[in-house]
């Protein structure tokens, strides 16, 4: 029988979690914002635009930083 810890953590040990990426503020900003106005997602379009901008700019800088790494050196 498989323990239950194991089934909790992800099925790779570098899976990124939101809590850890730079966007995170934005993450939480954009979910009180939906929270506020009970789901209402036209009153929080600034901050899903914003919460968008950070995710593009955190992928650019990811295949950045990959594109100098190689499998074969």
């Known amino acids: 029988m498989a323990s239950r810890a194991a ?3 992800p099925p790779y040990p570098s899976a990124a979690r939101i809590s850890d990426s730079e966007c995170f503020p ?7 914002c ?3 106005f009970s789901s ?3 009153k929080c379009q600034e901050h899903f635009d914003v ?4 995710k ?7 295949l950045e930083r990959n ?4 499998l074969f050196s």
Do not use: F, G, V
């Open 67 to 70: 594109k100098s790494r190689s």
């Open 34 to 36: 939906l929270e506020e």
């Open 26 to 32: 934005q993450y939480t900003a954009s979910l009180k």
């Open 51 to 54: 919460y968008k901008e950070c």
């Open 56 to 62: 593009k700019k955190e992928r650019e800088a990811r």
């Open 40 to 42: 209402d997602k036209s």
């Open 7 to 9: 089934t909790t953590t």
